[in-house]
């Protein structure tokens, strides 16, 4: 069974940067890709950026471009988010996603981590 465990959520400052972790356990083989999404209260869950797991291309949604940065250590079989430059309105839930196949019709979610930035 696949879990994945996120982490490194807080709250800071405009401005400041954090880091988030997510864990993944259960695969037996490699995902499509992993993600990050968000959903801020009273809004719609969106996509923050994708790793596609067989290639290391990434995606990113147009809000957080030169901002955050996904990455995976293979070895450690974590997914990480770096976030700079944070602004008020990147508060939300964030959430760790893994799709295991391109037509995959229910990716593996976790349990989320919060981030609040303040003004």
């Known amino acids: 069974q696949v879990q994945l465990v996120e982490s490194g959520g807080g709250s800071v400052q405009a401005g400041e940067s954090l880091r988030l972790s997510c864990t993944a356990s259960g695969y037996t083989v490699n995902p499509y890709y992993m993600a990050w999404f968000r959903q801020a209260p009273g809004k719609e869950r969106e996509v923050v950026a994708i790793f596609y797991v067989k290639d290391g291309t990434t995606y990113y949604a147009d809000s957080v471009k030169g901002r955050f940065t996904i990455s995976q250590d293979n070895a450690k079989k974590t997914l990480y988010l770096t976030m700079n430059s944070l602004k008020p309105e990147d508060t939300a839930m964030y959430y760790c996603?893994?799709?295991?196949?391109?037509?995959?019709?229910?990716?593996?979610w976790g349990q989320g981590t919060q981030v609040t930035v303040s003004s």
């Open positions: 996603v893994g799709r295991r196949t391109i037509t995959d019709p229910h990716p593996d």
